[in-house]
């Protein structure tokens, strides 16, 4: 937690598990995250670190996200099937 005279800021810093684990442990993980996510006071600035596992794709769904340019051609499976960009966009200021 970083104290400044007008705001506090959390970070948030973790990892998500594996392509290779279950989508109901990946769920689970991501549903953990947003729960932490929500218990935060509304007025904190709030900052997620870590690394997520994951490769987001350029289809049309992502674009709010993450605009149109992106590295990979498709989305992997940890983020297709988790949320993380539905999470990003619900809790951003800049929609």
């Given at each position: 937690?970083?104290?400044?005279?007008?705001?506090?800021?959390?970070?948030?810093n973790?990892?998500?598990?594996?392509e290779?684990?279950?989508?109901?442990?990946?769920?689970?993980?991501?549903?953990?995250?947003?729960?932490?996510?929500?218990?935060?006071?509304?007025?904190?600035?709030?900052?997620?670190?870590?690394?997520?596992?994951?490769?987001?794709?350029?289809?049309?769904?992502?674009?709010?996200?993450?605009?149109?340019?992106?590295?990979?051609?498709?989305?992997?499976?940890?983020?297709?099937?988790?949320?993380?960009?539905?999470?990003?966009?619900?809790?951003?200021?800049?929609?």
């Open positions: 937690m970083l104290r400044t005279l007008w705001y506090i800021t959390v970070l948030i973790a990892s998500s598990l594996t290779v684990t279950s989508d109901n442990d990946k769920d689970m993980f991501y549903e953990n995250l947003e729960k932490l996510f929500e218990r935060l006071p509304k007025y904190n600035r709030k900052v997620m670190l870590g690394a997520f596992n994951a490769k987001i794709g350029r289809e049309e769904k992502y674009r709010p996200t993450i605009g149109k340019y992106s590295l990979n051609e498709i989305t992997n499976n940890n983020m297709s099937s988790l949320g993380y960009p539905n999470l990003a966009r619900s809790k951003s200021k800049c929609r």
